[in-house]
């Protein structure tokens, strides 16, 4: 047989890695409309947003530290204080009428600490006394969680025929969760967490701080876990003990629910025109 009938010219071959890259690209685009296609048709307001920051005080291992470029260390408490310091100003910055409340994760215990505020003073204050505790338990059941969101929470209802008003507010649950070890249960039969997983103005975002060598914990298991919280609008962040990273994660949380892609629609580089 010629070898000519069998390996391609250069230029045959370029062209064909041409079409491939091409049909990748129009392929990963027509997924990005589709799923803009399958949200709901809701309005892309910024209303107020009533943020519930959920806590989490316990630490495997009190002696891993975050290091800023300075040199100076935090603890894990500490540095998601810094953080949740940085969150606060800078959302109060872009939209003053958004309220927050805290509510803490102890070793066995959810315990709503913080009613909703604008006042910044008022939530930094609870958040600088707080103290860490060392984690004990191998499980922590999120189901304590929402019992205390049905009765302190009220969800605007979206009504279908009204989906072009925008709503009064809209909530969100930020979960800051530090354990590596305590693997989070999600109740998929609660009644009340379905509930809120089919309110279309009610989001959960997630950012997870966990130990640096996972190998020694259970990082990827409660990864998972916590991935069940997620609707399919959440944001949902990892990060080990990098201090840049961590920073990273909480800004991206900046953004309006209502006014953000899906997380996996995202593109944060900076274009520049050729």
Not at 77 to 91: A, G, Q, Y
Not at 244 to 268: F, G, M, S
């Amino acid at each position: 047989m010629d070898a000519l009938e069998v390996i391609s010219s250069p230029k045959e071959s370029q062209s064909s890695n041409i079409t491939n890259q091409s049909s990748d690209e129009f392929k990963i685009l027509q997924e990005v409309v589709i799923a803009n296609f399958q949200k709901p048709s809701i309005p892309n307001i910024n209303v107020p947003e009533r943020i519930i920051l959920c806590l989490d005080l316990c630490y495997d291992d009190n002696n891993t530290l975050y290091r800023l470029g300075d040199g100076s260390t935090f603890t894990l408490i500490n540095m998601l204080k810094r953080i949740l310091d940085f969150f606060l100003h800078s959302k109060n910055a872009i939209n003053k009428k958004t309220e927050y409340a805290l509510l803490i994760l102890k070793d066995t215990e959810a315990c709503w600490v913080q009613n909703f505020t604008n006042n910044l003073k008022d939530i930094v204050n609870v958040i600088d006394y707080l103290n860490a505790e060392e984690s004990t338990t191998e499980n922590f059941d999120f189901k304590k969680i929402f019992q205390i969101l049905k009765q302190k929470v009220e969800i605007p209802e979206f009504k279908q025929g009204e989906s072009i008003l925008p709503p009064p507010y809209v909530v969100r649950m930020i979960v800051l969760y530090g354990r590596s070890v305590s693997l989070p249960l999600i109740p998929q039969d609660d009644v009340y967490f379905n509930f809120l997983k089919k309110q279309l103005y009610f989001y959960i975002d997630i950012l997870f701080a966990h130990e640096e060598d996972c190998a020694l914990y259970k990082c990827e298991e409660i990864y998972d876990a916590l991935q069940d919280l997620d609707n399919g609008y959440s944001y949902v962040f990892e990060v080990s003990r990098n201090a840049t990273k961590i920073h990273d994660c909480i800004a991206k949380l900046l953004a309006h629910p209502l006014q953000r892609p899906l997380q996996k629609n995202t593109d944060y580089t900076f274009h520049t025109r050729s």
